[in-house]
Protein backbone atom coordinates (compact mmCIF):
# COMPACT_ATOMS: atom_id res chain seq x y z
CA UNK A 1 0.00 0.00 0.00
CA UNK A 2 1.42 3.12 -1.41
CA UNK A 3 1.51 6.09 1.93
CA UNK A 4 2.29 9.17 -0.10
CA UNK A 5 4.60 10.56 -2.70
CA UNK A 6 6.17 13.81 -2.00
CA UNK A 7 9.33 15.85 -2.58
CA UNK A 8 12.77 13.85 -1.88
CA UNK A 9 14.15 16.46 0.59
CA UNK A 10 10.24 16.23 2.16
CA UNK A 11 10.95 12.49 2.35
CA UNK A 12 14.82 12.93 3.68
CA UNK A 13 13.35 15.45 5.90
CA UNK A 14 10.48 13.58 7.71
CA UNK A 15 13.06 10.56 7.85
CA UNK A 16 16.03 13.06 9.55
CA UNK A 17 13.43 14.32 12.03
CA UNK A 18 12.33 10.92 13.20
CA UNK A 19 15.94 9.77 13.69
CA UNK A 20 16.67 13.28 15.76
CA UNK A 21 13.14 12.94 17.67
CA UNK A 22 13.49 9.55 18.85
CA UNK A 23 17.36 10.15 19.22
CA UNK A 24 18.51 13.27 19.83
CA UNK A 25 21.89 13.29 20.83
CA UNK A 26 24.94 10.95 21.98
CA UNK A 27 26.52 8.70 19.26
CA UNK A 28 23.88 7.14 17.31
CA UNK A 29 23.73 4.55 14.28
CA UNK A 30 21.86 4.65 11.47
CA UNK A 31 21.77 2.04 8.82
CA UNK A 32 20.75 2.05 4.75
CA UNK A 33 20.12 -1.36 2.86
CA UNK A 34 18.08 -1.75 -0.40
CA UNK A 35 17.42 -4.04 -3.37
CA UNK A 36 20.57 -1.95 -4.70
CA UNK A 37 23.37 -0.73 -3.07
CA UNK A 38 24.11 2.14 -5.42
CA UNK A 39 20.61 3.24 -5.01
CA UNK A 40 20.52 2.86 -1.01
CA UNK A 41 24.44 4.73 -1.26
CA UNK A 42 23.12 7.65 -2.89
CA UNK A 43 19.53 7.97 -0.59
CA UNK A 44 22.23 8.02 2.37
CA UNK A 45 24.34 10.37 1.17
CA UNK A 46 21.40 12.46 0.51
CA UNK A 47 20.21 12.22 4.32
CA UNK A 48 23.51 12.26 6.02
CA UNK A 49 23.69 15.73 3.67
CA UNK A 50 19.54 16.26 5.44
CA UNK A 51 21.10 15.70 9.09
CA UNK A 52 23.84 18.04 8.52
CA UNK A 53 21.39 20.65 7.66
CA UNK A 54 20.06 19.97 10.95
CA UNK A 55 23.23 21.30 12.94
CA UNK A 56 24.28 17.37 13.16
CA UNK A 57 27.53 15.88 12.85
CA UNK A 58 27.66 13.01 10.28
CA UNK A 59 30.57 10.23 9.90
CA UNK A 60 28.90 8.76 6.55
CA UNK A 61 30.42 4.85 5.64
CA UNK A 62 29.68 2.69 2.81
CA UNK A 63 31.05 -0.62 3.86
CA UNK A 64 28.98 -2.94 0.97
CA UNK A 65 28.67 -6.70 1.22
CA UNK A 66 30.10 -7.31 5.07
CA UNK A 67 30.04 -9.38 7.64
CA UNK A 68 29.11 -9.48 11.09
CA UNK A 69 31.89 -9.66 12.72
CA UNK A 70 33.91 -6.88 10.46
CA UNK A 71 30.90 -4.55 10.42
CA UNK A 72 31.49 -4.94 14.80
CA UNK A 73 35.27 -4.61 14.69
CA UNK A 74 35.83 -2.25 11.98
CA UNK A 75 33.33 0.12 12.35
CA UNK A 76 30.52 -0.06 14.99
CA UNK A 77 33.06 -1.05 18.06
CA UNK A 78 35.42 2.01 16.94
CA UNK A 79 32.28 4.56 16.25
CA UNK A 80 30.85 3.48 20.31
CA UNK A 81 34.49 4.06 21.39
CA UNK A 82 34.71 7.43 19.96
CA UNK A 83 38.15 6.11 18.16
CA UNK A 84 36.64 5.94 14.42
CA UNK A 85 37.57 8.84 12.50
CA UNK A 86 35.44 12.25 12.48
CA UNK A 87 33.46 10.89 15.36
CA UNK A 88 32.75 12.62 18.71
CA UNK A 89 30.72 12.24 21.76
CA UNK A 90 27.52 14.19 19.49
CA UNK A 91 27.77 12.34 16.32
CA UNK A 92 25.81 10.19 14.00
CA UNK A 93 27.10 7.03 12.13
CA UNK A 94 25.15 6.78 8.83
CA UNK A 95 26.26 3.60 7.02
CA UNK A 96 24.82 1.96 4.01
CA UNK A 97 25.49 -1.47 2.73
CA UNK A 98 24.38 -5.26 2.34
CA UNK A 99 23.53 -7.24 5.76
CA UNK A 100 22.81 -4.83 7.84
CA UNK A 101 19.12 -5.42 8.74
CA UNK A 102 19.84 -9.33 9.09
CA UNK A 103 18.52 -10.36 12.52
CA UNK A 104 22.37 -10.90 14.38
CA UNK A 105 22.72 -6.96 13.49
CA UNK A 106 19.42 -5.22 13.85
CA UNK A 107 19.88 -4.50 17.08
CA UNK A 108 23.03 -2.36 16.02
CA UNK A 109 21.26 0.32 15.19
CA UNK A 110 18.93 3.64 16.52
CA UNK A 111 17.16 3.52 12.92
CA UNK A 112 16.61 1.79 9.65
CA UNK A 113 15.46 2.50 6.29
CA UNK A 114 15.24 0.22 3.64
CA UNK A 115 14.89 1.23 0.07
CA UNK A 116 13.74 -0.59 -3.15
CA UNK A 117 12.38 0.15 -6.85
CA UNK A 118 9.30 -0.96 -7.98
CA UNK A 119 7.35 -3.95 -7.11
CA UNK A 120 10.09 -5.39 -4.95
CA UNK A 121 9.33 -6.43 -1.21
CA UNK A 122 10.57 -4.50 1.89
CA UNK A 123 12.58 -5.86 4.39
CA UNK A 124 10.83 -6.72 7.46
CA UNK A 125 12.47 -5.34 10.08
CA UNK A 126 12.74 -1.49 8.75
CA UNK A 127 11.56 1.59 10.74
CA UNK A 128 11.11 3.39 7.36
CA UNK A 129 10.92 1.97 3.95
CA UNK A 130 11.04 3.93 0.91
CA UNK A 131 10.29 3.25 -3.09
CA UNK A 132 13.05 4.96 -4.90
CA UNK A 133 11.33 4.55 -8.15
CA UNK A 134 11.08 8.00 -9.14
CA UNK A 135 14.25 9.59 -7.15
CA UNK A 136 12.35 13.37 -7.34
CA UNK A 137 9.54 11.94 -5.52
CA UNK A 138 10.57 8.64 -3.69
CA UNK A 139 6.84 7.29 -1.92
CA UNK A 140 7.46 5.71 1.50
CA UNK A 141 5.44 2.10 1.98
CA UNK A 142 3.49 0.82 4.83
CA UNK A 143 3.42 -3.10 4.79
CA UNK A 144 1.18 -5.56 6.75
CA UNK A 145 4.45 -7.19 8.19
CA UNK A 146 2.50 -9.21 10.32
CA UNK A 147 2.52 -11.28 7.17
CA UNK A 148 5.73 -11.78 6.07
CA UNK A 149 8.22 -13.80 8.33
CA UNK A 150 10.71 -12.22 10.31
CA UNK A 151 13.84 -12.92 8.09
CA UNK A 152 11.98 -11.71 5.00
CA UNK A 153 14.62 -9.44 3.18
CA UNK A 154 17.72 -10.19 5.11
CA UNK A 155 21.08 -11.37 2.74
CA UNK A 156 22.65 -15.08 2.81
Not at 55 to 75: A, F, M, N
Not at 109 to 127: E, I, M, N
Amino acid sequence: MVATAESKDSVLGRIADQILHNNPSGRRLVAVEGVTATEASSFADDLAQMLRCRDQSVVRRSVGSITETTLRSETVEPFRAGTLEGAGDDTLLLVDGERLLNASVIGIWHYTVWSFTGDQLPHGKADFIVDLSDEAFPRDHYYDLCTLPPTFGERG
